[in-house]
């Protein structure tokens, strides 16, 4: 079955960048789309970008647009997102997300979430 | 972009009962519209897509329904794992792909 495993809490200053994993099992990583959302603490969902692996391509939110990168290494079936000029607003739990059935625009796997702390 | 709402903010039901939850996009989003329940500390599961369409494994009694503007997601019979939050999402138009404020349905 198909697993999204990521990488563990990070704690970062104002002004820094972080980048987190996400190593996905079974399934083909490539013919998949994945996603990352955010959840801010006690808030909703925020859909920040995704990544085509097989192409290589990915689209960002405006919101996100110029901060974030979003990356995949087909080698080892991980998918990566960078954070940078990180803000006290950038706390949250950070998902990534795969497509259900390969439509790309909604997600039936989800890893179990990367909660990053941004403090002085 | 087009923006979500959900109503209402939260819905209290008890056990046995059926819930039926709102979300409104600002324009029509067709029946690109998915359905996710979350609760503390993990991850949203998927519900339902196409507006319609339960995904794999998910009991009967969730059911969505509604296209273009308004839609609804409706649990015929609260059982005790449903009490979460429930989010809609449309995937109409996007970037970005935007999600509803969503609904916790807690116990009466």
């Known amino acids: 079955q198909v697993q999204l495993v990521q990488s563990g809490a990070e704690v970062k200053k104002p002004g820094s960048s972080v980048k987190v994993s996400c190593k996905a099992s079974g399934g083909t990583f490539s013919s998949y789309t994945i996603s990352w959302v955010r959840q801010a603490p006690g808030q909703g969902l925020e859909w920040m970008g995704r990544i085509i692996p097989i192409l290589g391509i990915a689209n960002y939110a405006q919101k996100f647009q110029g901060r974030v990168t979003i990356t995949a290494d087909k080698s080892t079936s991980t998918a990566y997102m960078e954070l940078s000029s990180l803000r006290s607003e950038d706390t949250a739990v950070y998902y990534c997300?795969?497509?259900?059935?390969?439509?790309?625009?909604?997600?039936?796997?989800w890893g179990q979430g990367t909660l990053v702390t941004v403090s002085s | 972009e087009i923006v979500m709402t959900q109503s209402p903010a939260t819905l209290s039901v008890s056990p046995g009962e059926r819930a039926t939850l709102s979300c409104r996009a600002s324009q029509s989003v067709s029946s690109n519209l998915a359905w996710y329940q979350q609760k503390p500390g993990q991850a949203p599961r998927l519900l339902i897509y196409g507006a319609s369409t339960r995904a794999t494994g998910i009991p009967a009694r969730f059911s969505g329904s509604g296209s273009g503007t308004e839609f609804t997601l409706t649990i015929s019979s609260l059982q005790s794992e449903d009490f979460a939050v429930y989010y809609c999402?449309?995937?109409?138009?996007?970037?970005?792909?935007?999600f509803g404020p969503g609904t916790k349905v807690d116990i009466k």
């Open positions: 997300a795969r497509d259900y059935d390969s439509s790309g625009y909604y997600w039936g796997y």
């Open positions: 999402q449309q995937y109409n138009n996007w970037p970005p792909l935007t």
